[in-house]
T-cell receptor, first 114, second 119 residues
Framework: ETGVTQSPTHLIKTRGQQVTLRCSSQ?????VSWYQQALGQGPQFIFQ???????GRGNFPPRFSGLQFPNYSSELNVNALELDDSALYLC?????????????FGQGTRLTVV | AQKVTQAQTEISVVEKEDVTLDCVYE???????LFWYKQPPSGELVFLIR??????QNEISGRYSWNFQKSTSSFNFTITASQVVDSAVYFC????????????????FGKGTHLIIQP
């Protein structure tokens, strides 16, 4: 196990609703990244938080937002849910100790939008 | 823009056969990292290896080996004497080397190769 935990494991929401997904980082890690993995596809980078600030973002609209807390846990918020938002959402934590960081992933939250 | 291509969508072999998973990448960065991750049905991505673009030496770890060729932008993964437990989806990924706070700027993944090892 990586020590990265995500909750909930499964979630069903209705189109137009809002959802919050949570991630607890591995102990000692100060960076959290979020990825969206549609069925049959590779994960796509949503954004990254370092010391409570967003410092990198992929090609996702503003209705995807996040937070990182002082204990380095994180939330992913998605507003105005669309059917295409149905996917596995993966959280990865890492520690920045130089130019390279290694990411450890959680087991994911499977979101279904109906 | 970065891109990772895993042309093999699905591979099925019989246990104990050797199997190679292909990965071709595109990047304008002069320094970068390459990765392989394994994703079992549980969904969690399991880290297998990281390779720095400066280091073209091949690596072997037990039954796993990796062949990095910068000239052809490829980073292939071979499993020797495959086992049923190797069945999973395998992803190749690429990351720029970033000195900004927070390290890596996100991984670019391929679409994955579904490996099926039949007993």
């Amino acid at each position: 196990e990586t020590g990265v935990t995500q909750s909930p494991t499964h979630l069903i929401k209705t189109r137009g609703q809002q959802v919050t997904l949570r991630c607890s980082s591995q102990s000692g890690h100060n960076t959290v990244s979020w990825y969206q993995q549609a069925l049959g596809q590779g994960p796509q980078f949503i954004f990254q938080y370092y010391r409570e600030e967003e410092n990198g973002r992929g090609n996702f609209p503003p209705r995807f937002s996040g937070l990182q807390f002082p204990n380095y846990s994180s939330e992913l918020n998605v507003n105005a849910l669309e059917l295409d938002d149905s996917a596995l959402y993966l959280c990865a934590s890492s520690s920045w100790t130089g130019p390279y960081t290694e990411a450890f992933f959680g087991q994911g939250t499977r979101l279904t939008v109906v | 823009a970065q891109k990772v291509t895993q042309a093999q969508t699905e591979i099925s072999v019989v246990e104990k056969e050797d199997v190679t998973l292909d990965c071709v990448y595109e990047t304008r960065d002069t320094t970068y990292y390459l990765f392989w991750y394994k994703q079992p049905p549980s969904g969690e991505l399991v880290f297998l290896i990281r390779r720095n673009s400066f280091d073209e030496q091949n690596e072997i770890s037990g039954r796993y080996s990796w062949n990095f060729q910068k000239s052809t932008s490829s980073f292939n993964f071979t499993i020797t004497a495959s086992q049923v437990v190797d069945s999973a989806v395998y992803f190749c990924a690429l990351s720029p080397v970033s000195n900004s706070g927070g390290g890596a700027d996100g991984l670019t993944f391929g679409k994955g190769t579904h490996l099926i090892i039949q007993p």
